[in-house]
């Protein structure tokens, strides 16, 4: 047996290194069918997760325009009370009626509830409690106001 020395033969280690190369570059010349499976799954919870993050803050923005109205309505409520006690002397008492307003796709139903009252040692001043009940979502939300209106038009000349 003659062995032959000089640089015609390669040695062992790079030998190994390309059949490594080799190999890893034809298993990754394609998927299998476990890690589609996988990859599916993942983007599948992702897409569930954000749909409920969108349709979660579609009823928050729902909620908070519904709110919106509702605080509008009450600070419309007080300036018409104001008004009415200034130019005819006289307070209302026609708040409590329910009214149902349209509100884009669906209607809701207010209920309003005041209550006016005397302060106590003082003639002039009346407080006054605005509430507005409505249902949304399965649950009954509540708003009140409650202000302070005094009636000095008599004491002028």
């Known amino acids: ?18 059949h490594l190369r080799r190999r890893l570059t034809l298993s990754q010349s ?8 996988v990859a599916l799954a993942i983007f599948s ?16 923005m729902s909620h908070l325009t519904t ?12 300036a018409v009370i104001e008004r ?3 130019a005819y002397q006289t307070l209302p008492i026609e708040f409590n ?6 509100m884009g796709l669906k209607t809701i139903d207010f209920d309003p509830r005041m209550k006016i009252s005397e302060v106590e040692e003082f003639v002039d001043i009346f407080k006054i409690d605005l509430e507005l009940t409505w249902q ?3 649950r009954d939300i509540k708003i009140s106001r409650s202000a ?4 000095f038009s008599h004491d002028m000349p």
């Open 136 to 138: 949304e979502s399965n």
């Open 67 to 78: 709110r919106l109205y509702a605080n509008a309505m009450i600070d419309h409520r007080l």
């Open 84 to 86: 009415s006690l200034r």
């Open 45 to 60: 919870l992702a897409i569930v997760m954000i749909y409920q993050i969108f349709f979660s803050s579609l009823d928050r």
């Open 97 to 102: 009626q329910h009214h149902a307003t349209d």
């Open 148 to 151: 302070y209106i005094c009636d």
């Open 30 to 37: 394609g998927l299998t069918f476990i890690e589609v499976m």
């Open 1 to 18: 047996m003659i062995l032959k020395i000089g640089n015609n033969q390669q040695p062992p280690q790079e030998d190994f290194f390309k």
